[in-house]
């Protein structure tokens, strides 16, 4: 992996936003996917912000990465006050879906457990399919209808039964 995208902010402002390459391997699969560096001031570069998707982009901030007291944080706001701390098992994305579908933090609360497609190859979303319980099933899908650019019907399974309880165009 090669540059990996990072932020700071106080959580009411302008973020302050890093590139740097990335120098670690926390999922221990042969390929670099986290930049170490020193949040806790210990002086030890013993820390880490980690892409844990593989999309360049970080998803979580790691303190004393590697070692068995290692604490794992998400910034589900993206306001770079990575305050919501998360257990080690919701850092690791979930198996990806068979192609053409891929894993994304859709929904912003920093867990890469929504899916997307781009079935025509056009590079707008076609589907996206998101969790609204939690718990790693997909109970919402958006679809594109006729703007291959908007996601106008919203499909969902209110009760999680497993069958589709709603259908709604969006924004009209």
Do not use: K, N
Not at 35 to 55: E, H, I, P, S
Not at 110 to 130: K, N, P, Y
Request: hydrophobic share 35%; charged share 30%; net charge negative.
């Amino acid at each position: 992996m090669g540059a990996l995208e990072y932020w700071f902010g106080t959580g009411d402002g302008e973020l302050s936003t890093w590139t740097s390459a990335a120098d670690l391997d926390l999922d221990g699969d042969g390929v670099f996917d986290a930049v170490r560096l020193d949040f806790d001031g210990d002086g030890l570069r013993d820390d880490a912000m980690w892409d844990v998707d593989g999309d360049s982009v970080v998803d979580r901030a790691v303190l004393d990465a590697g070692q068995s007291s290692a604490r794992y944080f998400a910034d589900p706001a993206h306001d770079g006050v990575w305050a919501q701390e998360v257990s080690r098992e919701s850092a690791s994305p979930p198996p990806p879906p068979p192609s053409p579908w891929r894993a994304v933090d859709f929904d912003g609360d920093g867990l890469s457990d929504d899916a997307v497609a781009d079935f025509d190859g056009d590079g707008t979303l076609d589907v996206v399919l998101t969790s609204t319980r939690g718990g790693g099933g997909y109970d919402t899908v958006l679809v594109a209808e006729e703007d291959p650019g908007r996601l106008s019907v919203r499909l969902g399974d209110t009760d999680a039964d497993g069958r589709l309880d709603t259908v709604w165009r969006v924004g009209t």
